[in-house]
């Protein structure tokens, strides 16, 4: 804390215009009264500095000496860092302009790096521009990252040597705590301001510079794209987890806080964008928010050209993930300076501090109709989470924390005269969602749901996450450190032998419900058995009912053909790659899928 400090003071104090500085000290996290002693990993990350007399910080600025492009010798070091980087992670934070979001999405590509976006970077929630999510490969985004972080054993081995931050207010607690105790041999910061940003002290290198300039200067560098177990491992695991959320969220009868910040992107039809609430909402969003959005667009000539197969969805916010005040009213703000349909979402206490709010909703001036879904729990659900929950008395919580009250949303909407929907259920939150874009309305949408529930199911998912993170992991690694890179490769990929397929057909004790009246009683379809080259073997079925078009013929057909293109075929032996076997099926096969 203290090297990163003084390079700030002293760079700051020497720029225009020159003045004194003041700093800061840092004091106790607030709410949490547990005790820590004093700890040597301080020190850590430190050996860079005292082998020599740079500054731990450096701040630079991309400057070319020449007109042929020549960057000056401070840049070219930075880029043969990246060059030499063996386990690089691209971060991404917040960003407020979608030519950056453009300039960040092809930084990634050329990169060739995981990708870790905020939920404000509008790289957290991307709308596919065609009809298979992740066709572009060569751009890895680890939505995911906050949840791997609850395993410990992940935390341990993910261990990046270099991070290339764009932008710079991050989210995730659980991230900067992470950022804190890695410490990357190189820790490089892009932003086109000078201010400061690095509340994990970890920065090796500050560049004031756009990041499309920055993804140019790259350019010259030829970097080579690399393939790593890392890499790979990375990427199984963010896939295993975002299953395992998925099917926490969608398992769970009850509406719950995740289950909307899992849908919520349902709501951004055509070019909308979102501004989220801070607290738990913003939270959420970035812990549980989809990371791929179905939208409708001919991307036909998308495909065909050299850039990403997607658009980042606009996500704003205020002050990051602290303070209530003034929320609804910069969302209105902000609908109006984007010229956006603007899904707003906050908590209720965020809502009921800025209830002024609603009478700029009802002035509609200038301005696209919005959406304002108000997470109604009655009270500070956070708190709930937070260590203080487990150490105060029920009754200390529910006086000084949760800051319960019985105001009804819906009067204060009919007082503003502003359409007002209360949903206490999946369906009727999605019936909500469609009907609101339908009537082209401003409204308030409240999602009603209790704190205990709440609480009780964030620590459910972080218990399954934990658990399928480290399982995973254990499984990847094994005995492999010894292990030679064919033998790797071997792991993560086999081909299809051979696939056979043999005809069945069982009796039924009684007709069928479905289809024609005169149906036959029996049940006929076809068993698979597909072989790896690893002698791996898997089996499957595929029957017909009568409401298909296709008979038992037309499927023997199908698969006849099929038989044929996927034999010699390369499969995934952990086939949960952004969970799309379409994806596989159109790459792999040539197939469309409808």
């Not at 659900?381 to 924390?401: G, W």
């Not at 069928?512 to 690893?534: A, N, P, Q, V, W």
């Amino acid at each position: 804390m203290v090297l990163t400090t003084i390079d700030s003071a002293a760079y700051n104090a020497m720029q225009a215009p020159q003045g004194p500085v003041h700093i800061n000290c840092a004091f106790r996290e607030p709410l949490d009264h547990s005790n820590q002693n004093w700890s040597f990993d301080c020190l850590r990350g430190l050996d860079r500095w005292f082998r020599n007399d740079e500054p731990y910080t450096r701040y630079l600025e991309m400057k070319m000496v020449s007109a042929f492009g020549n960057y000056s010798c401070s840049v070219i070091e930075v880029q043969d860092i990246i060059k030499k980087a063996k386990q690089g992670l691209l971060l991404v934070g917040a960003i407020h302009k979608e030519d950056d979001m453009w300039a960040v999405a092809l930084l990634a590509r050329q990169l060739s790096w995981p990708v870790a976006a905020d939920i404000l970077s509008g790289l957290r929630m991307r709308k596919v521009l065609n009809s298979f999510p992740g066709f572009d490969k060569s751009i890895l985004f680890i939505d995911q990252i906050d949840q791997i972080l609850l395993s410990d054993s992940v935390k341990s081995w993910i261990n990046p040597d270099v991070i290339v931050q764009i932008g710079s207010r991050i989210t995730s607690k659980r991230m900067e705590m992470f950022l804190e105790s890695c410490f990357p041999s190189s820790y490089i910061l892009i932003d086109t301001h000078p201010c400061r940003h690095d509340p994990s002290h970890v920065v090796t290198h500050r560049i004031q510079t756009s990041v499309a300039d920055f993804a140019a200067s790259l350019c010259q560098c030829n970097l080579e794209r690399k393939t790593s177990r890392w890499k790979d491992i990375l990427m199984v695991l963010n896939s295993a987890v975002s299953q395992e959320i998925m099917f926490h969220v969608h398992a769970e009868f009850l509406l719950t806080e995740p289950y909307v910040a899992h849908v919520i992107g349902e709501a951004l039809y055509g070019d909308a964008a979102m501004f989220v609430g801070n607290s738990m909402v913003i939270r959420d969003l970035n812990m549980f928010g989809k990371g791929w959005l179905d939208h409708t667009t001919n991307g036909d000539n998308m495909m065909m050209h050299n850039i990403p197969d997607f658009i980042g969805a606009t996500v704003s916010g205020n002050r990051g993930a602290s303070g209530i005040d003034g929320l609804l009213s910069t969302a209105i703000g902000f609908a109006v300076g984007s010229n956006k349909h603007v899904c707003c979402v906050v908590g209720d206490v965020s809502f009921l501090h800025d209830t002024n709010g609603l009478s700029l909703l009802n002035q509609r001036a200038q301005r696209k109709p919005m959406t304002v879904i108000v997470i109604n729990n009655h009270g500070g659900a956070i708190f709930s989470l937070l260590p203080v929950a487990k150490t105060a008395s029920p009754q200390i919580l529910q006086k000084y924390f949760y800051t319960s009250h019985d105001i009804s949303i819906s009067k204060l909407c009919d007082a503003h005269r502003v359409k007002h929907f209360l949903v206490q259920t999946k369906a009727e939150l999605h019936d909500t969602l469609v009907k609101t874009h339908a009537e082209h309305l401003d409204c308030v949408v409240e999602v009603e749901n209790q704190i205990d529930e709440n609480a009780n199911f964030h620590r459910t998912i972080s218990m399954f996450v934990d658990n399928t993170a480290t399982h995973y992991l254990e499984y990847l690694l094994g005995d492999l450190y010894s292990s030679t890179t064919s033998d790797l490769d071997r792991m993560y990929n086999t081909k299809i032998h051979a696939i056979e397929y043999m005809l069945y057909r069982i009796q039924l004790s009684a007709p069928r419900t479905s289809g024609i009246s005169d149906s036959s009683c029996f049940h006929e379809g076809f068993i698979l058995k597909l072989r790896m080259d690893d002698n791996i073997v898997g089996f499957g079925e595929v029957a017909p009912i009568e409401i298909h078009q296709e008979d038992i013929i037309d499927v023997e057909e199908q698969l006849r053909f099929l038989f044929h293109r996927v034999k010699d075929c390369e499969l995934d032996v952990v086939p949960l790659l952004r969970g799309s076997f379409s994806n596989w099926i159109w790459t792999s096969i040539g197939i469309p899928v409808r």
